[in-house]
C-alpha cells in the first residue's frame, strides 16, 4: 500500500469516510477501541494493513457526508509510548506499529500504520479472551470479533463443518421418507441422473452425508438432511426450526397472551415443508400446495421467495451454533432469525456467487431445485415480491450477534389505500423506493441506510441522499450518527398523512411496564462498590433486571450510574454475545426503541 502523510490521509477521510484501510480515532477513544482496530488490521486476509489517524473526531450533520476536524492533541509522546506499550502487550504475540506526530492544520496528530501479519502467525488475539472473539477481522470499515467459522480462514483448514463424523448416528438412523422424497425431487429435475440408481447406502456416500473413515456413521450432513427426528433430538438437541406466532407488530413476552410455539425437528428436506404449511396456515389468503412441491401459486405473498428465504436459513445457517432457527409470524410481516452471520458482506448480498458454510447441505437443496443456485436466491426473492406488489425483502447480518435475519413484510405496495396514503405526498415528486422508505416507517417505525439500500437496490451514497431529502421535506426526521443513523417519521409525515395503519413509535416515552426497578434491584445496585470488580455479579442484576421488561441501554447504565457507552461496551454487549440477552428489536439493531430482555426464547 502507499505511503500516505496524515494530510493525505485526512483528505480521504473527509472524501470518502472512513473505509477498510482508514480508521479516524478521537482523543476520547477508549484504549479497547484502538486495539481491537489493530488486531483487525493484522488479522484480516489480503488487506495488507491500515493506518489509524489519532485526535481526529467526526462531525456527522443531517444535511452533509461525515466531516472530520482535528482535535488538540495534550501529550502526543505519551499517547504514542502508551499505545506502543499496549501493542507489545496486549497480544498473543507483540505487535509493532509503525508511528509517526505529524501536523494537520498546525495541529499534532498521530499516524499509526499497522501491518498485516504473516498467514503463519495468524491469527493475532487479545490474551484476556482467547480464541474465537479475542481475534478481530476487519470487515468493511468495522472491527468485528471473530466465531469459529472465522478459524478456517487463518487456519487455511480446507474441510467443512458439515462433514464432522457424529458419533452414534449410524444410516440405521436414516428416516427412509426423506430419501425417498430426495429421490422424487432429484428425478424431476433430471429423469436421468446417475444416482437415482444407488442402493440408499449408496446415495447417501455419493451426496458426502457418511463418515469416509466409516461408511455405516453419518456425518453433520447426513444427519441433518436425512436423520430422524429421534437421533437428532439426542445428539443436538437444539438445532431445530421453530415457528413463532406472534399478535401485533413487536416482540412482547406478555404472560396474558402468549405467542404459540411449534418446535420442528427432522430430516432438513422434509421440514422445509412442514414450515412452509404451517406459515401458510397464518397467511390470509390461500396458496395451492401439491403434493412434493413448494411451488405454490399465490395471490399474497409469493411461496417461492418464502421458499428462498426458509431454503437459505437452513443451509447457510451455523450449526456449530446450538440455538434454534427461528421464524417469527407478526400481523404485518415474517421474520427469519438465523444463527450464523452471511459469509458475503451486507453490501454484496444480492450480486452473483455464494460463499458457502455448509457446502454439501447446499447441494443437495441445489440439486433438487429447492434452492437457486449460484447465489441469486436474494435477487430472486426480490425479484418475486416486486412482482407480487409487496415491498422488498430486507436483509441484516450481525457478526456480533452471530445471526443473520431477513424480513418479508406482508403489507401490498402501492395498493388502493397506500395511493390514497401516498396523495398527500406528490407535491414532492418522490421516486418509488422513497415511497417505500415512508410506508416502511408507517409499518416498522423506522428505517436506515443498509434498509433503504436494500429494498432500493442503490449503494450507501444514494440511499443516504434520498433518506435526507425527505428529511428536508421534514417527512423524516433522523437520529444517531454516522453508522448508527436512522430515520423515523418526521413531523411532516405525522401531519400530512396522521391516519396510519400501524401508529408510528412514541419516542418520547420508554418500553411500556415498570417504571422503576422494584426496591430489591435497587437494594443490590446500591449495595455494588463503586468500582465493582466482579462482572458476574453485576451480570445478575441485569439479567433479573431484564426478565421484568425490556429496558434500553441507557436506562440500565442510569441505573447503574455509569456512562451508556462503557455500560453497553462492558456488560450489555458482552452479554447479547453470550446470549444472556437479546434484542428486543433484533431485527434493526439501531432501532430508536432498542431494549433488552432476557434471552429465554430458545
Same mark, same amino acid.
Given at each position: 500500500m502507499a505511503d500516505y502523510t496524515a494530510e493525505e490521509l485526512f483528505e480521504i477521510l473527509n472524501d470518502t469516510d472512513e473505509c477498510p484501510w482508514i480508521e479516524a480515532k478521537g482523543i476520547g477513544d477508549n484504549t479497547t477501541s484502538i486495539m481491537e482496530t489493530v488486531c483487525s488490521y493484522a488479522n484480516e486476509p489480503g488487506l495488507g494493513g491500515g493506518y489509524i489517524l489519532m485526535s481526529i473526531s467526526a462531525d456527522d450533520s443531517a444535511t452533509a457526508t461525515t466531516h472530520y476536524e482535528v482535535d488538540p492533541m495534550p501529550d502526543p509522546d505519551k499517547l504514542q509510548s502508551d499505545i506502543a506499550t499496549q501493542?507489545?502487550?496486549?497480544?498473543?504475540?507483540?505487535?509493532?506499529?509503525?508511528?509517526?506526530?505529524?501536523k494537520i492544520n498546525g495541529q499534532a496528530v498521530l499516524k499509526i500504520w499497522v501491518d498485516e501479519l504473516p498467514a503463519k502467525q495468524k491469527p493475532l488475539y487479545f490474551k484476556s479472551k482467547g480464541l474465537p472473539s479475542g481475534a478481530l477481522r476487519r470487515i468493511g470499515s468495522t472491527d468485528q470479533h471473530c466465531t469459529d467459522d472465522d478459524m478456517h480462514v487463518f487456519y487455511q483448514d480446507t474441510g467443512s463443518y458439515d462433514q464432522t463424523p457424529v458419533k452414534g448416528a449410524t444410516i440405521a438412523d436414516v428416516d427412509e421418507n426423506a430419501l425417498k422424497r430426495y429421490r422424487a425431487l432429484r428425478e424431476k429435475v433430471n429423469p436421468?441422473?446417475?444416482?437415482?440408481?444407488?442402493?440408499?447406502?449408496?446415495?447417501?456416500?455419493?451426496?458426502?452425508?457418511?463418515?469416509?473413515?466409516n461408511p455405516n456413521e453419518l456425518n453433520l450432513a447426513g444427519l441433518l438432511l436425512f436423520g430422524n427426528s429421534k437421533i437428532q433430538r439426542s445428539t443436538f438437541p437444539m438445532?431445530?426450526?421453530?415457528?413463532?406466532?406472534?399478535?401485533?407488530?413487536?416482540?412482547?413476552?406478555?404472560?396474558?397472551?402468549?405467542?404459540?410455539?411449534?418446535?420442528?425437528? @427432522?430430516?432438513? +428436506?422434509?421440514?422445509?415443508? /412442514? $414450515?412452509?404449511? %404451517?406459515?401458510?396456515?397464518?397467511? !390470509?389468503?390461500?396458496?395451492?400446495?401439491p403434493e412434493d412441491d413448494v411451488q405454490a401459486a399465490s395471490t399474497g405473498l409469493p411461496m417461492k421467495a418464502l421458499r428462498e428465504a426458509i431454503v437459505?436459513?437452513?443451509?447457510?445457517?451455523?450449526?456449530?451454533?446450538?440455538?434454534?432457527?427461528?421464524?417469527?409470524?407478526?400481523?404485518?410481516?415474517?421474520?427469519?432469525?438465523?444463527?450464523?452471520?452471511?459469509?458475503?458482506?451486507?453490501?454484496?448480498?444480492?450480486?452473483?456467487?455464494?460463499?458457502?458454510?455448509?457446502?454439501?447441505?447446499?447441494?443437495?437443496?441445489?440439486?433438487?431445485?429447492?434452492?437457486?443456485?449460484? @447465489?441469486?436466491? +436474494?435477487?430472486?426473492?426480490? /425479484? $418475486?415480491?416486486? %412482482?407480487?406488489?409487496?415491498?422488498? !425483502?430486507?436483509?441484516?447480518?450481525?457478526?456480533?450477534?452471530?445471526?443473520?435475519?431477513?424480513?418479508?413484510?406482508?403489507?401490498?405496495?402501492?395498493?388502493?389505500?397506500?395511493?390514497?396514503?401516498l396523495k398527500e405526498f406528490e407535491k414532492f415528486d418522490l421516486a418509488d423506493s422513497q415511497k417505500q422508505a415512508l410506508i416502511f416507517v408507517r409499518e416498522v417505525g423506522a428505517i436506515d441506510n443498509t434498509t433503504y439500500r436494500q429494498m432500493a437496490d442503490c449503494d450507501t451514497l444514494k440511499a443516504s441522499n434520498d433518506l435526507r431529502l425527505l428529511k428536508t421535506y421534514n417527512l423524516l426526521k433522523s437520529n444517531g450518527k454516522g453508522k448508527a443513523t436512522y430515520y423515523v417519521a418526521g413531523d411532516g409525515l405525522n401531519t400530512l398523512a396522521p391516519d396510519l395503519s400501524t401508529p408510528p413509535l412514541d419516542l418520547s416515552t420508554p418500553p411500556?411496564?415498570?417504571?422503576?426497578?422494584?426496591?430489591?434491584?435497587?437494594?443490590?445496585?446500591?449495595?455494588?462498590?463503586?468500582?465493582?470488580?466482579?462482572?458476574?455479579?453485576?451480570?445478575?442484576?441485569?439479567?433479573?433486571?431484564?426478565?421484568?421488561?425490556?429496558?434500553?441501554?441507557s436506562e440500565i447504565a442510569a441505573y447503574f450510574n455509569k456512562e451508556e457507552a462503557y455500560f453497553k461496551r462492558k456488560y450489555l454487549s458482552t452479554m447479547i454475545s453470550e446470549k444472556k440477552l437479546r434484542y428486543l428489536h433484533p431485527e434493526m439493531i439501531n432501532h430508536p426503541e432498542q431494549a433488552y430482555l432476557t434471552n429465554n426464547r430458545t
Open positions: 501493542c507489545a502487550s496486549m497480544f498473543n504475540i507483540p505487535v509493532r506499529p509503525v508511528m509517526t506526530i505529524e436421468a441422473a446417475e444416482e437415482l440408481a444407488y442402493s440408499d447406502t449408496e446415495l447417501l456416500e455419493a451426496l458426502g452425508c457418511v463418515n469416509k473413515e438445532l431445530r426450526a421453530d415457528y413463532i406466532r406472534v399478535p401485533g407488530n413487536i416482540w412482547v413476552e406478555n404472560p396474558d397472551e402468549r405467542f404459540t410455539t411449534i418446535d420442528m425437528r @427432522g430430516p432438513l +428436506i422434509l421440514v422445509l415443508y /412442514r $414450515l412452509i404449511e %404451517a406459515i401458510n396456515a397464518d397467511l !390470509p389468503k390461500g396458496f395451492l400446495l437459505n436459513a437452513l443451509m447457510h445457517r451455523s450449526y456449530r451454533e446450538h440455538r434454534p432457527t427461528q421464524i417469527i409470524r407478526y400481523d404485518n410481516r415474517i421474520e427469519i432469525i438465523n444463527p450464523g452471520f452471511s459469509l458475503k458482506s451486507e453490501e454484496k448480498l444480492g450480486l452473483p456467487g455464494s460463499e458457502t458454510r455448509n457446502p454439501f447441505i447446499a447441494a443437495v437443496f441445489h440439486d433438487t431445485n429447492l434452492a437457486e443456485t449460484k @447465489g441469486s436466491g +436474494i435477487r430472486a426473492m426480490r /425479484r $418475486l415480491m416486486q %412482482a407480487a406488489h409487496l415491498v422488498p !425483502p430486507t436483509f441484516e447480518s450481525s457478526r456480533e450477534n452471530n445471526e443473520f435475519a431477513s424480513r418479508l413484510l406482508l403489507h401490498h405496495f402501492l395498493d388502493a389505500n397506500d395511493l390514497e396514503w411500556s411496564g415498570l417504571s422503576t426497578p422494584p426496591p430489591e434491584i435497587i437494594k443490590r445496585i446500591e449495595s455494588l462498590n463503586k468500582r465493582e470488580h466482579d462482572k458476574g455479579k453485576v451480570e445478575s442484576i441485569i439479567t433479573d433486571l431484564c426478565k421484568l421488561k425490556p429496558w434500553k441501554a
